[in-house]
Nanobody, 114 residues
């Protein structure tokens, strides 16, 4: 069984940076996939970044060149967020998925405001 615990959300000013963390408990493989998603008030949840089993990151148009998804050797995935904009305000969710699992974190609030 796998569980995900998110952290790192905060209130920041435009142009600021944040690093979101997603710590996995349980056994995960080296070739499973991770994702970060976000949901703003009144909007549908959207995909932000995917870390493929190849180790390559794939990003939405809004995240490309500003965000980076990666993982460490302690079974924690991250979303590095640079040059934040007010449009990035949302609840961010991490996701671990494979043939056997589709697990979501609890969400962490990111607010970008002056």
């Amino acid at each position: 069984q796998v569980q995900l615990v998110e952290s790192g959300g905060d209130l920041v000013q435009p142009g600021g940076t944040l690093r979101l963390s997603c710590a996995a408990s349980g056994s995960i493989g080296n070739f499973d996939e991770w994702g970060w998603y976000r949901q703003a008030p009144g909007k549908q949840r959207e995909q932000v970044a995917i870390l493929g089993s190849s180790g390559m990151g794939h990003y939405s148009a809004s995240a490309k060149d500003r965000f980076t998804i990666f993982r460490d050797d302690k079974n924690t995935a991250y979303l590095q967020m640079n040059s934040l904009k007010t449009e990035d305000t949302a609840v961010y969710y991490c996701r671990y998925f494979s043939r056997s699992y589709d697990v979501w974190g609890q969400g962490t609030q990111v607010t970008v405001s002056s």
